[in-house]
């Protein structure tokens, strides 16, 4: 069976991770009978340079008929940059947002997972932060940075938090639903103590928990202790689910519990076609050193064969080679001495052997 995944190399090192990525899965797929047509596709600055927008129409059509989308990093640097210096409907920020809201994914799932043997990376003490396996569900297009009105005027500036109840209702299952295949816990998060919109979607979680799955174990926590939380005692954490807002900040902040970015992946989920990439930005220093660290978006591409194509046997060798070649020579930024290509060939030398040929 053939996958036709659209690739959004995005800027910088996102060339460089999905090249990685690319050859990884080429490698894999005749161990499990797959075939893929990959199409690369312009998105965030790159396409701003040749197109004057960061999404496209042409992107948006391959996305829309693809199986996947799988994306590196886009962007560029922080500050005094031209493409920071477009209105804001062109930067690559908004492409971003405008891909989600094309796509119709409204949930975002982190993995943050510590692999043994890399606890020494974490800022938190090793046996604090060993054992860590969460998943931090984030709505991903509701909330205050989609809640009309919104405005920045001389004298004021207004953003709204608002919420449907089908939008609650819809990323509360997923994240019962999730739960259910894991530890079967979920700790839903907002400030239901000071906001009306946090105390509606705290009754609207309710709700589905009694309905729909009272065999999963339900708790809250207000916004800003379960921040605290999260980094004394990660592992007490099953599945995270919050609002954008919320979910946006306790997702980076639970990033650095691995010690690197550049370990982490991402599915947006919920639409027709899920959309797959790493949490780390595009790395403008080391773009083009042959440095870039790939695992982000090699297990970004596991959770695309687990959820996008429904190939869960392939995602679990994917992600078992992936922490093999971790274990046995991590990346630079891990305190390793392999570049990007030594380890895509540690991961390829790493997949189960190719099943014999028939006859």
Request: aromatic share 6%; charged share 20%; with cysteine.
């Amino acid at each position: 069976m053939s996958h036709s995944i659209a690739v959004l190399p995005g800027d910088f090192i996102g060339p460089e991770v999905i090249d990685a990525t690319l050859e990884v899965l080429q490698a894999l797929a005749p161990r499990y009978g797959l075939a893929f047509e990959f199409t690369s596709l312009p998105f965030g600055g790159n396409a701003i340079d040749r197109f004057g927008e960061p999404l496209p129409q042409v992107t948006k059509d391959a996305c829309s008929a693809a199986d996947a989308v799988l994306m590196g990093s886009a962007g560029g640097p922080v500050g005094d940059h031209p493409w920071n210096r477009l209105p804001r409907e062109k930067r690559v920020e908004s492409g971003i947002l405008g891909l989600r809201k094309h796509l119709g994914v409204f949930a975002n799932l982190r993995p943050v997972k510590v692999f043994d043997g890399l606890e020494h990376l974490s800022p938190l003490k090793a046996s604090v932060a060993k054992g860590t396996d969460l998943l931090i569900l984030r709505e991903l297009t509701g909330g205050i940075y989609f809640g009309k009105p919104s405005h920045a005027r001389d004298d004021e500036g207004l953003s709204t938090m608002v919420y449907q109840r089908y939008e609650v209702e819809r990323i509360a299952r997923v994240a019962f639903e999730t739960a259910r295949k894991r530890k079967g816990r979920v700790t839903s998060v907002d400030k239901s103590n000071v906001l009306d919109v946090s105390q509606f979607w705290r009754d609207v979680v309710v709700g589905v928990h009694a309905s729909e799955f009272p065999d999963v174990e339900l708790d809250h926590l207000y916004v800003d202790n379960a921040a605290m939380q999260i980094v004394r005692a990660p592992t007490d954490f099953d599945v995270v689910v919050t609002g954008n807002l919320f979910g946006d900040i306790l997702s980076d902040l639970a990033a650095v519990i691995p010690g690197s970015l550049g370990v982490l992946p991402s599915a947006s989920l919920g639409g027709s076609v899920g959309l797959y990439e790493p949490v780390h930005g595009s790395a403008p220093d080391i773009a083009g050193q042959g440095v870039a660290n790939p695992v982000g978006t090699l297990l970004s591409a596991a959770m695309m064969l687990r959820h996008g194509l429904d190939r869960g046997a392939a995602a679990d060798a994917l992600e078992a080679a992936v922490q093999t070649a971790l274990a046995e020579d991590p990346t630079v930024d891990l305190g390793g001495s392999r570049g990007t290509a030594a380890f895509t060939a540690a991961v390829i030398a790493a997949l189960p052997a190719p099943a014999p040929a028939a006859g």
